[in-house]
């Protein structure tokens, strides 16, 4: 099926040559580094190979990954403001973007130039989601993050809005109530947001005593970003806030840049902007559509800071099937972070793993249950559920059984607590000790 | 085609929202490299911005912050920028890009001066100059004082009038906070200072500080309209 509405005739190209696109530009990048970057020149001559010796996408596994804490380490050591993996090529606008996670916040330096190309990825997949010149578009990201300064280029140069819309204070639940005072207010059409923010919107809304659907109805999409959601996750909390507008993307600082698709739950990868390998954490070895691995990406514009195969820590998978919606663009899902991962029995599972069994439940849809994870991994689950008041526990319990059965081919025990600890609110990763305290 | 701006406060007719065009984010943005460049930035220092995007400190820094914003201060002045939002609880993080950036300046939300001060007592930096902003306020004395002695930096002060798009900047040199007359017309009303940009001469607006007109003219800026601000 072809795209309905193309953003431009690469919307139309079959996906092999949207990889071959990719690739080419891939390479260029690489001999850019190995020419001009004294880190990568490092990295490269460490790993006693040149740009020239990787040739198809499994040589890539010569060249090691670029983590966070590497780079973190880089920038405390060294010269500022430059510590020899950026690139400029002439006197232009630039700033310093932050990209925080758990392990610190690294600096990235941003000329115009290549945020405005990293823009035309982002256009075309907010035009996917649903932007359209003459809409009125809330910027919610704060100054400091890449969602908002892409944002700034596309709704104002690439997809012309007509008002550009920015809320009292920042992106932290904390600043809800301005935000859903905005919304109400100024009817925006389109978002792309975090999250956590989405939910603390809703509770700003019961405690207002607002239907969600009547304070989100302005919005013809709704992205959000920043967690890796269920099907049937993504599917409640789009009833919630009004069917068909709910979108989730992927991305971050360093390179990626996704749209989530109507069709299913997926994000339709830029590779103009960005190659992307999902990798064995082990080798580095890229693996084929339908494994699940770690997620690495390499940007395509080689200005500013430059990230080559640079794994931010998700887990994910390239999905083998084409797009029912017709868009060529790679599907990637993201499952959770390397750090959340827990061995039962031979199986390495995530807490999505576990919440996607558990959301088959329908009394469980919105209950917390957290995974427990052994020193020794145990053959059997451990799961710790919050009782839903006035539930049949051995009933549920059963059911639970029934599916982790089904769908993992792993026995579950589990226990119950009258109310999680609001740290653990969704679907953490518990360890052994923590359970003693419930 | 406009920028819509939620305000810390409401505006006199009750409105929260300002509606900017490129004409007066232009003016505005023009204001604010005139602050940078009184707090003794040049072409190729890098500043801090300690605030949340909507404040007109974050978003007049960088064209490539704002739709609709042709130049940045950071273009006319010639410096690269970074943000770090306006919370508290950011405050290590700013404290470590301080660390690894040097920023020769930094721009920070007044309330944001009592959890910097209590960072501060575990570490040393070498900003030369805090520049301290408040909207319709005149960031105290005490503050001020406390920062410097902290810090070791010099310490600014900065009042903003959202509703009349007004900025003016204490001087290191004879304290006083310079107005650019190119940009604003300033004047005393009931014994408060009242304002009106020239880019946008509808935006009057009377606040309630006081002030006294400082006679004479200062090295730093021989044309300035100099203001005693009281708090
Ligand atoms: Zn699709």
Known sequence: ?????????????????????????????????????????????????????????????????????????????????????????????????????????????????????????????????????????????????????????VFELIIPCEAVIVPWGTHLPLYAGPLLDTILDQRPHFVNMFLPMLYALLAECRLRGVDPKEAFSSFRTLGVTGAGMTLKAWQELDKVVGEGKLLEGYGHAE???????????????MLESAYVEVVDPQSGTPLPPGKRGLIVSTVLIPQGSLYIRFAPGDIGELLPEPCPCGLPWPLIEV?????????????TLLPYDVRTCLDEVQELVAVSGAVVRRRVPLPYLEVLMERPPGANVSALEQRIKEVIGRELGLEVKIYWAQALPARWKGTPVIEEEELRNV | MELVVQLERALPDGSRYQRLGP??????????????????????????????????????????????????????????????????????????????????????????????????????LCVRTWVVGAEEAVPSAADLDRLAQASGGEVLGLVRLDAALFMAQQCSRCRAFHVWTDIYRVWEDRGCLATAPRFSPDRSYVSSLPLRIVKGMCRQGPRHIRLALLP
């Open chain 1, 335 to 347: 499952y959770g972070r390397i750090e959340d991962q827990v061995q039962v029995g031979h199986l």
């Open chain 1, 255 to 269: 390179a990626v840049v996704s749209n989530g698709c109507r069709e299913r739950l997926g994000h339709h990868l």
């Open chain 1, 1 to 153: 099926m072809a795209v309905a509405e193309p953003f431009d005739e690469k919307d139309l190209w079959p996906t092999e040559r949207l990889w071959a696109m990719a690739w080419r530009r891939l390479k260029r990048v690489l001999g850019h580094a190995y020419q001009r970057l004294p880190f990568y020149r490092k990295r490269f001559e460490a790993a006693d190979i040149t740009p020239d010796d990787i040739r198809t996408p499994s040589d890539l596994a010569r060249l090691p990954l670029l983590t966070k804490a590497e780079v973190l380490a880089l920038q405390a050591q060294g010269e500022a403001p430059f510590f020899g993996m950026e690139w400029w090529a002439r006197q232009e606008p630039s700033v310093f973007l932050l990209s925080s996670g758990t392990v610190g916040t690294a600096l990235l330096w941003e000329p115009w130039s290549k945020m405005w190309r990293r823009s035309l990825a982002c256009a075309r997949a907010y035009w996917h989601m649903g932007l359209r010149p003459g809409m009125k578009a809330l910027i919610v990201a704060p100054s400091w993050h890449l969602v908002s300064l892409l944002d700034r280029m």
């Open chain 2, 23 to 124: 004409k007066e984010l232009g003016g505005y943005a023009l204001a604010l490299a005139r602050c940078w460049r009184l707090a003794g930035l040049e072409r190729g220092d890098r500043v801090m911005i300690m605030d949340f995007g909507c404040s007109p400190l974050s978003y007049l820094a960088s064209s490539m912050y704002c739709p609709f914003l042709r130049r940045g201060a950071a273009e006319m002045v010639g410096c690269i920028p970074v943000c770090n939002d306006g919370v508290g609880t950011v405050i290590p993080r700013a404290i470590r890009m301080i660390e690894v950036l040097q920023p020769r300046v930094v721009y920070l939300r007044g309330d944001l001066v009592p959890p910097l001060l209590q960072a501060l007592q575990e570490t040393r």
